[in-house]
Nanobody
Framework: QVQLVESGGGLVQPGGSLRLSCVASGSIFRINVMGWYYQAPGKQRELVATITSGGSTNYVDSVKGRFTISRDNAKNTVYLQMNSLKPEDTAVYYC????????????????WGQGTQVTVSS
């Protein structure tokens, strides 16, 4: 089993910044992809950004230039630096990881964190 624990959410004014962190622990051989998704009230969960073990990144258009995803492979940790926050960024943010749990099997499993609330409001 793999656990993902997020931290760093909170209330921030428009134009402000927050940094989310997510630490993965448990039966991990390699984490292929880590990412962040958000879910606003009444809406489906959507991709924010992903990063591969090699550092390749992908962002949804609405956050490009404002959010930066990064990871520390040695610590099994992914970060999301969020700048110039807007009210429409308000959502629960979920960490996601695609994990190879054993060296002898290439099977990967997808895990989710419990979510952290980000509220952008004056």
């Amino acid at each position: 089993q793999v656990q993902l624990v997020e931290s760093g959410g909170g209330l921030v004014q428009p134009g402000g910044s927050l940094r989310l962190s997510c630490v993965a622990s448990g039966s991990i051989f390699r984490i292929n992809v880590m990412g962040w998704y958000y879910q606003a009230p009444g809406k489906q969960r959507e991709l924010v950004a992903t990063i591969t073990s090699g550092g390749s990144t992908n962002y949804v258009d609405s956050v490009k230039g404002r959010f930066t995803i990064s990871r520390d492979n040695a610590k099994n940790t992914v970060y999301l630096q969020m700048n110039s926050l807007k009210p429409e960024d308000t959502a629960v943010y979920y960490c996601n990881a695609v994990v190879q749990t054993h060296s002898w099997s290439r099977t990967t499993y997808t895990y989710w964190g419990q979510g952290t609330q980000v509220t952008v409001s004056s």
